[in-house]
């Protein structure tokens, strides 16, 4: 195991109607006056802002409200927000809904204490020194954010989309209602659930030495997600379901499972620049192009990686060849996206092949590979996206 | 899923060489005076101790030390420690051992800020309201009191034992050395190894409804223990063994397997009262009830939880019927206990059979039964006792 330093403190409040009975004190312990970050009609459909707003207003805390953030979060919403928080002398940030408007909230309340232009924080020209105290409640299960210090922002006048990470982003409270779920769409459910498991994969498709726990705890995650995700589909009422597929959104991506062995992150960067050009569902993207990308990188060094990911996530047959076992995984990871209504193709997502090298171009930013595990060149990338086309 | 609140803000510094680097550093932003909390000789034998006071030095903190701390740790050691916390004005505590020397600095850390005797706080009497700041150095994978807010203390006089938590008991740092445990002895490595194990267990055997994510989670930490233990016998100074067994330690009793589902507990209580009247040691006391444990109460209602233990753990043949892999997972459970040198029978620990009433009494308390999964009666008890004799 490799050395290092795991901290993550933020207070999980999982469980039904408990946003209307805590928020406002939970949010009170850190301001009276705050920032409400949401996205459209969802939150007012699901109830959830209601109950929000019902328990900021009985803990008389004074929000602002910031609606509109879109998917992919675009830095102009981020610049409304500071400057709505500047305006106003906001101290602390509610988010209220699922990925995107948790990092929409990030950036603003990194960028509401300093006078930086929030995009230097994006495009890593400036770090990330302090932020208002963040207060999440989810609505989707998917990117983690709840439980993490990162945030993905797109630049909308460029298409350039990065993360950036720091650890005064990293919620105070995040509250886990899986009933706010209920309403989530077939379609940004199995995205969600794909999103979970690709953050699950990345970590878990790195240096096979020690990473013995890791890997195993690694496992029983993308178990849950592809037990539970099906039967969301199928019922989505399921509170059952829906609490796990939330419960493991968050533990997918809060240092648990990178902690003391290197992970690569090899796909998430090749399908960053796709969503912010093309505007896909960042999850449909991640969908797309991992079979691809296993099934370019897979080879006879690292195939018990590939097995073990087989036999011990799918139970495919251990007493089979490794190569052999690894492609039947991948096929069974096909199928499993397939069965949740998603495509493989970034064709059927509206994405234009002529991007590709400007795609792959921004994929590598200043670098001439990418990730530990296959070391992607500007073609492998191309190629990639070429296979998942 | 249960509604549950998860918060664990230990700051884990894990890896070899950051003890000598670090520990001044961190335990100078909580105060430069501290109690410096260990037992024998161990700790200068395995390097431990010259880290510590190298670095406290280092960084100009001031310490006492109260040395001496037994296994089981007497309340008579936690009342001196408090005085000297009291009469040196000391504002944080380096605790340098095990999950004895943790305990005992727990409890000094709470009776330093309050006039209660501590032996209320551990009997119950007297919630714990504050502490000073704790800072761990571990040197035995065991009890995960490093990441935890409880501890365990036995009052010498009376021979009862007890556990007692509280928020501020929980350690801000815990550093995590896997080579100050090279030198630990084979015994004390097997009775720590099925000390994790016991620990996972107890949050396992219990409601199998709703804890999809946290079983599957259990289940790889459990493959971790039975995998890495046997090498840490056989090589000491292996690292990586050492390393995952020290990591599975503090993630088997940090919340996150108990977050979100009913737990019963209910072979810890029934040992305590061993380990307060003979002094044997906790994880073998664990080691030689568990299997007797799960032979008297497995029942056809409980036996689905069996045999996923039987097959996810020790991968016994699914197809088998129920209560056969039940009872193949025991003697499985049995068999790893035997490999690692320990016994099953009570006797050869030199426990006196004519003190069960009394334990199974102590055991109880005020309350008829004990837990939620098999709701153990006096009788019951004794009779576990009996079949573990």
Chains 1, 2 share one sequence.
């Not at 879109?70 to 927000?81: C, D, F, L, Q, Y």
Request: proline share 3%; aromatic share 10%; charged share 20%.
């Amino acid at each position: 195991m490799e050395k290092f330093i795991f901290q993550n403190s933020t207070k999980i409040i999982f469980g039904k109607g408990l946003v209307e009975k805590s928020l406002g004190s939970e949010v009170r312990k850190f301001s009276d006056s705050v920032l409400l970050v949401y996205g459209g009609r969802s939150c007012k459909l699901n109830g959830s802002y209601k109950d929000v707003t019902s328990s900021l207003i009985e803990h008389s805390v004074h929000f602002e409200e910031l609606q509109g953030v879109e998917a992919n979060p675009h830095i102009s919403t981020v610049r409304k927000g500071v400057a709505i928080c500047k305006d106003k002398g906001l101290k602390a940030i509610v988010a209220l809904g699922g990925g995107s408007v948790i990092d929409c909230a990030k950036i603003i309340a990194a960028g509401a204490l300093s006078n930086t232009d929030p995009w230097e924080f994006v495009s890593h020209k400036e770090p990330i020194e302090s932020a208002l105290p963040l207060i999440t409640v989810l609505t989707l299960a998917a990117t983690g954010s709840e439980m993490n210090s990162g945030a993905v922002i797109t630049n909308e006048e460029t298409g350039e989309k990065y993360g950036v990470g720091g650890d005064s982003l990293l919620p105070k409270v995040s509250f886990e209602n899986p009933e706010y779920t209920f309403s989530v769409s077939k379609y940004q459910t199995a995205c969600g659930a794909f999103d979970i498991l690709s953050h699950i994969m990345e970590q878990y498709f790195g240096d096979v030495k020690g990473s013995y726990v890791q890997d195993r705890m690694a496992e029983g995650l993308m178990e849950t997600v592809i037990h539970f995700a099906p039967i969301c589909l199928e019922k989505p009422n399921n509170y059952e379901a829906r609490s796990q597929i939330m419960w493991a959104s968050s533990l997918a991506l809060n240092d648990l499972l990178s902690a003391g062995h290197s992970y690569p992150w090899e796909v998430h960067p090749i399908e960053h620049p796709l969503s912010g050009f093309f505007n896909i569902t960042h999850g449909h993207g991640l969908a797309c192009l991992t079979p691809s990308y296993y099934r370019y990188v897979l080879n006879a060094k690292n195939a018990k990686r590939f097995k073990e990911f087989a036999t011990n996530v799918f139970h495919i047959d251990s007493s089979l060849p490794e190569m052999e076992a690894s492609l039947k995984g991948i096929v069974a990871l096909e199928d499993f996206i397939k069965s949740m209504g998603l495509t493989l193709h970034l064709k059927e997502l509206g994405v234009d092949k002529d991007l590709f090298r400007k795609c792959a171009e921004q994929a590598l930013g200043e670098n001439k590979y990418l990730g530990e595990f296959a070391r992607l060149s500007e073609d492998d990338i191309v190629n990639i996206y070429n296979k998942a086309y």
